[in-house]
């Protein structure tokens, strides 16, 4: 594959739309949609994560036997979808600050302890860019409504059995299900 060269075609508040222009190895022009959160790329190397967009939390209870999942509405697939917690980094926050805010902002826990952190990875790679930072912890207190007004959240502890029957009948997001489906087999 040779890259050509990429049109910006639609900027919208929090994503941009861009078509990427390319020669197959057969010598064939095609174009490939995708979307970033930046709004003014203009080379391949752009393309490549640098720093993350976003920060995930992978979050256990005090005694790390239950893990904290989000039910969310989500529009893009009209139905309620299971999902760690997220949210974009804001500019000038570090990931384990955006973490922190949106974790309470999100499900009213506090993420107290942070004990790990996963390198870079995207979201949806078949059609974005964005990169995500997972941050691994423990949180606690009180569950209460998100703060946001257009997000639909309902956070709840998962034990690991209950977790093996909610992965047999949920919607999850991808990395969401994998990582839950290893976290229940363990002993």
């Known amino acids: 594959m040779e890259f050509k060269g990429m049109e910006k075609r639609e900027e919208g508040k929090y994503i941009t739309r861009y078509n990427l222009l390319y ?9 490939y949609e995708m979307i970033s959160r930046k709004k003014n790329l203009e080379s391949f190397e752009e393309l490549h994560a640098s720093k993350p967009d976003a920060v995930v939390i992978i979050a256990t209870d005090e005694t790390g036997e239950k893990i904290l999942i989000n039910k969310e509405f989500r529009l893009a697939v009209g139905d309620w979808v299971y999902n760690f917690p997220a949210g974009l ?12 805010r949106e974790l309470w902002e999100e499900t009213g826990l506090e993420l107290y302890e942070i004990t790990d952190h996963l390198g870079l990875s995207y979201s949806a790679v078949g059609f974005s860019n964005e990169c995500n930072v997972c ?21 709840k502890w998962f034990t690991k059995s209950e977790m093996r029957e909610l992965l047999k009948t ?18």
């Not at 207190?141 to 997000?151: A, K, L, N």
């Open 89 to 100: 980094i804001d500019p000038g926050e570090e990931a384990d600050e955006s973490a922190r």
């Open 135 to 155: 941050v691994v912890g423990k949180a606690r207190g009180e569950f209460r409504p998100s703060t946001s007004t257009v997000e639909e959240i309902e956070a």
């Open 170 to 187: 949920g919607r999850f997001a991808a990395r969401t299900q994998a990582y839950c489906y290893l976290w229940s087999k363990e002993a």
């Open 23 to 31: 020669e197959t190895v057969d010598h064939k022009e095609k174009m």
